[in-house]
């Protein structure tokens, strides 16, 4: 009960007999029971206590589970593996969505290179080989819009 072997209840107890005699131990050893009781029946109370007013769905309820750790995890497992799963989704949507925008992003620099490598391209043809071409007014009409 109180983790303790043979040999250290024997050591106490013939420390017990040192220390008190033969004729206060077998007095001091109905105390200590008497105190064990007690402690032991208020444990009991405070449980059954708990239990009656935090309702029917806590009756497995035990004084271990008055831990934070333990009470959360004995009659909350459900909702935090349900809060695990939904973290673990949205951290793999987010990392869809990011290989999604670097993908649109490494396309987009592609089609531009493209489209100036064209521009250039046809700015050499129109523009007798030069790399610089000046941009062509286009008409715009005012009443139209």
């Given at each position: 009960m109180f983790g303790i072997d043979?040999?250290?209840?024997?050591?106490l107890l013939v420390l017990g007999v040192i220390l008190?005699?033969?004729e206060k131990l077998p007095v001091f050893a109905r105390k200590a029971a008497r105190v064990v009781v007690y402690v032991r029946d208020i444990a009991?109370?405070?449980q059954t206590q708990l239990r009656d007013e935090l309702g029917p769905e806590f009756g497995d309820l035990e004084?271990?589970?008055?831990?934070p750790k333990?009470?959360?995890a004995k009659h909350m497992s459900a909702e935090i593996a349900a809060i695990e799963e939904a973290r673990r989704d949205v951290t793999a949507a987010g990392q869809s969505v990011k290989t999604t925008v670097d993908e649109a992003a490494a396309e987009a620099k592609d089609a531009?290179?493209?489209a100036k490598a064209k521009q250039a391209t046809d700015a050499q043809a129109l523009g007798g080989g030069s790399a610089t071409?000046?941009?062509v007014a286009?008409?715009?009409d005012v009443e139209a819009t």
């Open positions: 043979a040999v250290e209840f024997v050591l008190f005699g033969p009991n109370n405070a004084l271990k589970d008055l831990n333990s009470f959360v531009s290179k493209a071409a000046q941009p286009v008409p715009f």
